[in-house]
T-cell receptor, first 111, second 112 residues
């Protein structure tokens, strides 16, 4: 099993551009999450999903959108990128509301 | 706003010593508590989970939970240089549904 995979690993965006961060898991987990981690800070939940077709906002959803059309994929969309969205983004999945398995992260720089 | 507080450190201990990491949380009905280890530039990985008051041991790691004091800790016995990392505390409760709240992490350095 590859676990949780994320692409790209690193991206530079200009202010106002948009992009999609990809996340795929092959563990047949129902729960999937998107977090952001700013330097020296903990993880902040952006959006989460409890199954295909179901998504909900986390602590910091503004400026982001998600969709969950399949169990495996949970892409995160950034519209109109802003410098405040410079961060490391982690996708995670879990079978239950317990052990979360994290992907390797996407480092995003908005200039 | 659910708050999870950790001492950011850095915490330095000599090799072989016990490292003690602490976490407090504000949501009194929190039910599930987790410790993650994060190496620099890497993603978090789960070390321990604890749900009931008391101690839970797994190898060199012991998690301690005191719900009355809203306090959870992680003890690392016989600390090794490979334990040098940032340790994140995370909390979940039925009130927050599927949301987990993370602390800012404590940086641990084990000195050989």
């Amino acid at each position: 099993n590859a676990g949780v995979t994320q692409t790209p690993k690193f991206r530079i965006l200009k202010i106002g551009q948009s992009m999609t961060l990809q996340c795929t898991q092959d563990m047949n987990h129902n729960y999937m999450y998107w977090y952001r981690q700013d330097p020296g800070m903990g993880l902040k939940l952006i959006y989460y999903s409890v199954g295909a077709g179901i998504t909900d906002k986390g602590e910091v959803p503004n400026g982001y959108n998600v969709s969950r059309s399949t169990t495996e994929d949970f892409p995160l969309r950034l519209e109109l990128a802003a410098p405040s969205q410079t961060s490391v983004y982690f996708c995670a999945s879990s079978r239950t509301q317990e052990t979360q398995y994290f992907g390797p992260g996407t480092r995003l720089l908005v200039l | 706003q659910k708050e999870v507080e950790q001492n950011s450190g850095p915490l330095s201990v000599p090799e072989g010593a016990i490292a003690s990491l602490n976490c407090t949380y504000s949501d009194r009905v929190s039910q599930s508590f987790f410790w993650y280890r994060q190496y620099s530039g890497k993603s978090p990985e789960l070390i321990m989970s604890i749900y009931s008051n008391g101690d839970k041991e797994d190898g060199r790691f012991t998690a301690q939970l005191n719900k009355a004091s809203q306090y959870v800790s992680l003890l690392i016995r016989d600390s090794q240089p490979s334990d040098s990392a940032t340790y994140l505390c995370a909390v979940n409760s039925v009130n927050t549904g599927n949301q987990f709240y993370f602390g800012t992490g404590t940086s641990l350095t084990v000195i050989p």
